[in-house]
């Protein structure tokens, strides 16, 4: 499996960037992607997770009502919409993947950075 991470850049406060994971390597029925974020010093945390099959959607307090996840199951691609953005979204920004199943996540991306500044 290979995630493939993208669409990061820099961003005055409150503008917008959207952020793609193109995955590949197998075929996606009972897996969950979600997006982390690992901020300098800070530990790395989940940001929104989706499921493939529901679509079923998760999201950090501190992101509600500003990102959106999403999936294109023909494109096998995840998106993350990051609106409103704040400086303190600042972050490498990793899509990730996992079984339903699994209570851990198994295949990362490479990481892509996302810079707000105020």
């Known amino acids: 499996v290979q995630l493939q991470a993208s669409g990061g850049g820099s961003v005055q406060a409150g503008g917008s960037l959207r952020l793609s994971c193109e995955a590949s390597g197998r075929t996606f029925t009972n897996w969950q992607m979600a997006w982390f974020r690992q901020a300098p010093g800070k530990d790395r945390d989940l940001v929104a997770s989706?499921?493939?099959?529901?679509?079923?959607?998760y999201y950090a307090d501190s992101v509600k009502g500003r990102f959106t996840i999403s999936r294109d199951k023909a494109k096998v691609m995840v998106y993350l919409e990051m609106n409103s953005l704040k400086p303190e979204d600042t972050a490498v920004y990793y899509c990730?993947?996992?079984?339903?199943?699994?209570?851990?996540?198994?295949?990362w991306g490479q990481g892509t950075l996302v810079t707000v500044s105020s």
């Open positions: 990730a993947l996992r079984s339903t199943a699994a209570t851990t996540y198994s295949y």
């Open positions: 989706i499921t493939w099959n529901l679509g079923t959607t």
